[in-house]
T-cell receptor
């Protein structure tokens, strides 16, 4: 089992709809969870991060954690074509500071 | 956050040669990281570089192939040695600021 797993997609969502991205992780001790957005040919850019103590909302983005089921999700409301990118989920291994990345989900927002 | 300058942004190299990639950050940071992203793949951590100590390499990566320097709190280099076409990839440095990692723009390496 991979440490961090994502559906590679592609995930296609109409403009204005909610895009839902999910990520599962294997280490129950993980404390920090990150979502990065990566446009083609660019480096990863931090979108959201949450710690094990709760969910977080920032503008159109919401990150949610389900510790019991060991998955973290990213919701993008009112999706825009500019949201089309690969979204990388990253998790710190329990007690460590290094990040483990999922394989990324390619999201396409259709006008 | 942090402003990270990575260079070169891209290079085309011959088999058997070496390339050194530089990463400069605009503030002092304890931890710097080097990643590889192969075409169509996610990020794989090569090593963690802390100032004043030897880099810590992940499984599958060795110092002879990927020597790293970390001479001070704002700078690090990664060398890709004795390159082969399998080393063609994007190499990314990142820094940790308040438990969050930020990435440089990356170095796109092609080995012929």
């Amino acid at each position: 089992q991979k440490e961090v797993e994502q559906n590679s997609g592609p995930l296609s969502v109409p403009e204005g709809a909610i895009a839902s991205l999910n990520c599962t992780y294997s280490d129950r001790g993980s404390q920090s969870f990150f979502w990065y957005r990566q446009y083609s040919g660019k480096s990863p850019e931090l979108i959201m991060f949450i710690y094990s103590n709760g969910d977080k909302e920032d503008g159109r983005f919401t990150a949610q954690l389900n510790k019991a089921s060991q998955y973290v999700s990213l919701l993008i409301r009112d999706s825009q074509p500019s949201d089309s990118a690969t979204y990388l989920c990253a998790v710190t291994l329990g007690g460590a500071q290094k990040l483990v990345f999922g394989q990324g989900t390619r999201l396409t927002i259709n006008p | 956050s942090a402003v990270i300058s990575q260079k070169p942004s891209r290079d085309i190299c011959q088999r058997g040669t070496s390339l050194t990639i530089q990463c400069q950050v605009d503030s002092q940071v304890t931890m710097m990281f080097w990643y590889r992203q192969q075409p169509g793949q996610s990020l794989t951590l090569i090593a963690t570089a802390n100032q004043g100590s030897e880099a810590t390499y992940e499984s599958g990566f060795v110092i002879d192939k990927f020597p790293i320097s970390r001479p001070n709190l704002t700078f690090s280099t990664l060398t890709v040695s004795n390159m082969s076409p399998e080393d063609s990839s994007i190499y990314l440095c990142s820094v940790e600021v308040k438990n969050i990692q930020y990435f440089g723009a990356g170095t796109r390496l092609s080995v012929l």
